[in-house]
């Protein structure tokens, strides 16, 4: 009998009691296991989450770490913090060495924060950074609180920068990383790496010190020291707790809150920042009390830093002619005389204000030089702060009689004298018919006489005699270098010239026949005076008009200026000159001088309107004669010495 193979089958039940066997022998095992290992499983469970948030906290700084040296690797050394990078300054004394102005970037003294007054340092943190003294660079709460405030005024109205960050940005625009108009996030993330730098190289009293020397003032003034001596003409250490105050008002805008272009708003802001002091425990309520009302140097600031800017910038643009660019700090000796400069601003000032309104005469323009063309006087317009147009030097107006002084020179050359007879009758020339003004025809009269009364028929009678070409050539001679006319017009000034052309013009008379070229510096020096970059030699451009004319052309303007029509100009001294008006009272002239001074006024308007029958012999010769008259009070009375020959 063959035995079979066994079976692959199973009992079900058998493979139930296997199944069951093998749960019950794992369950055994289980509950065999020791009690460490069933702690470690357990463990294993809040075991991932901390080790999910160290990896998560790892990229976090390695991302973070990628961030700072992505927008740190470019930041400049703030070793070069100390030094100074600045364009040059240029610093102009008046004929008696004050200083009159500044150009350029000005620094004052290095000044150290525990040298100066507590409110100094406690104005600038009162009103800038309160808790200066307890953040690391970046003030989290001042920025919350800013937050806060502007969102419940709906605009921004305060900031939340700290002065560590504010020195940040003024060194990074200063190392020209970027435009002052440059607000992008990169930006304001580099002025926060670079305050907590800051911070952590420098003490707290090292950083205000840094930021006194730095931060910028207004006017092209950087530092306390500087804006000191501009503003209050003093040093730093030696100022008052308001003066400080209205120098910490500043830092909010320099230009709006200037104590020279807007004093009451400067008084106004002072006023905040001795409030913040009060609140913030620096000064007590009576010494804030003490300065409510705008105490006399603020106003003195205004008048100081204003006279004379019209001729400042005058000197200022010509610099290059004399040096080239300007590559150093220096100083420029100029011509100017602050007694003759104020009187020309008061003077004019004071008729404009008598007469401008109900004559619609809105502008009044000034210069005064010797008879060689030094500039002691310069009144560019009637109000710098609202128009630094300078309308002695720029405003090219119609000249009207007063081109009759080189009509009747050229007659003069040709062999006129002044008693010379000249026809006064209507004349015609092609269509046009010369008229005179509110001036009946005499038939015939002299020379002198057709000058001082300005007679129009006898300069075109005399025009059609010495020709265009002639007159045009003696402007020029004289110092006109604006183009002329090229008809008969020219003989009654429809041509233009700027005040200074014609003044320096009619100077060559008073300078006895030789050329004058107006001028405004003597000598240009570096600011140690170890170097003199430009000093002035020669006098003009030598003979240009015969003794004989210059005596002869002297005895014309001396009639004008005693009973023509500049009669109004006479001071009781030798005096002589010659005004003008234009078409429909446009412009209106006065030139003339002393043997001592030379003086040309203008008065019109900007937009070239129609003054109210406003003659040369008006306004212009009141002005001439007011400001004339109190530049030669206490002086000995001198004749011209051309007369006192013939």
């Known amino acids: 009998m063959v035995d079979r193979p066994p079976t692959l089958r199973v009992n079900p039940e058998e493979r139930l009691q296997g199944s069951y066997r093998k749960k019950e022998k794992r369950a055994q095992k289980t509950r065999q296991e020791p ?69 350029g970037d000005l620094y004052g003294s290095v000044v150290r924060a525990e040298d100066l007054p507590l409110h100094i340092p406690g104005a600038i943190m009162a009103i800038e950074d309160r808790r200066f003294y307890r953040h690391f660079g970046v003030d989290i709460l001042g920025i919350l609180r800013a937050a806060w405030v502007n969102y419940r005024a709906g605009s921004v109205v305060q900031g939340g920068s700290t002065l560590t960050q504010q020195l940040a940005k003024n060194f990074l625009l200063s190392e020209k990383l970027y435009e002052p108009t440059n607000r992008s996030m990169r930006r304001k993330i580099q002025e926060v790496l670079l305050a907590l730098w800051l911070e952590h190289r420098f003490s707290k009293q090292q950083i205000l010190t840094l930021y006194l020397n730095r931060v910028y003032l207004g006017a092209g003034v950087y530092g306390i020291d500087a804006a000191a001596h ?139 030089m010797t008879p060689d063309g030094g500039v002691r006087a310069m009144v560019g317009g ?25 009509t009747f020179l050229c007659a003069l050359e040709s062999g006129y004298t ?59 001679r004289l110092g006109l270098m604006s183009p002329q006319p090229k008809d008969m017009t020219i003989s009654l000034g429809s041509g233009q010239a700027t005040l200074l052309e014609l003044t320096s013009a009619y100077s060559t008379v008073a300078n006895h026949g030789f050329g004058v070229w107006p001028y405004g510096i003597t000598e240009v020096r570096t600011s140690q005076g170890e170097r003199v970059l430009y000093k002035r030699k020669g006098q003009g451009t030598g003979r240009i008009l015969n003794p004989k004319c210059v005596v002869d052309m002297l005895a014309l303007m001396s009639a004008a ?86």
């Open 230 to 368: 501009k503003y209050f003409d003093k040093s730093a250490k030696d100022l008052t707790l308001y003066e400080a105050a209205v120098i910490a008002g500043l830092l909010k805008a320099p230009s709006r809150y200037s104590p020279i272009s807007n004093p009451q708003l400067a008084h106004e802001r002072g006023q905040t920042v001795l409030a913040a002091m009060e609140d913030a425990g620096f000064i007590s309520h009576e010494q804030r009390l003490q300065y409510t009302v705008a105490p006399d140097p603020l106003k003195q600031a205004r008048h100081k830093a204003l006279v004379g800017r019209y001729f400042s910038d005058w000197i200022f643009e010509k610099l290059d002619e004399y040096i080239g660019k300007v590559e150093e700090d220096i100083i420029v000796q100029t011509t100017l005389d602050l007694r003759l400069q104020n009187l020309a601003e008061e003077k004019s000032r004071a008729v404009l204000d008598a007469e401008g309104t109900k004559l619609n005469v809105t502008q009044a323009a000034l210069v005064a």
């Open 35 to 103: 009690s460490s290992r069933r702690k470690k499983r357990n463990y294993n469970w809040y075991r991932r989450p901390i080790l999910w948030v160290l990896n998560l906290l790892i990229w976090g700084l390695m991302v973070l770490g990628s961030i700072v040296l992505w927008y740190a690797y470019d930041l400049p050394d703030i070793k070069r913090l100390e030094g100074v990078t600045r364009k040059p300054s240029v610093t102009l004394l008046a004929r008696d060495g004050s200083v009159m102005a500044t150009y």
């Open 418 to 476: 002044s008693s010379s007879m000249i026809a006064d009758t209507p004349l015609r020339v092609g269509k046009w018919r010369p008229k005179n003004y509110k001036y009946k025809e005499q038939g015939e009269v002299t020379f002198i006489d057709g000058f001082a009364y300005s007679i129009n028929a006898v300069a075109v009678r005399l025009a059609t005699q010495v020709g265009i070409k002639r007159m045009a050539e003696m402007a020029y």
């Open 561 to 646: 200026f005693s009973y023509g029509t500049g009669k109004r100009a006479s001071i009781g001294r030798p005096a002589a000159g010659k005004t003008g008006t234009s078409q429909n009272y446009r412009d209106a002239w006065s030139i003339g001088f002393t043997p001592d001074l030379v003086t040309g006024v203008w008065v019109g308007n900007d937009n070239e309107s129609h003054m109210k029958t406003v003659t040369g012999g008006k306004i212009p010769a009141q002005i001439w004669h007011d400001f004339m008259a109190a530049a030669h009070e206490g002086y000995p009375v001198h004749v011209f010495p051309q007369l006192r020959e013939k």
């Open 382 to 406: 009637r109000n710098y702060t609202q128009s630094q147009f300078n309308r002695v030097t720029q405003a090219k107006r119609q000249i009207g009689s007063s081109f009759k002084f080189f």
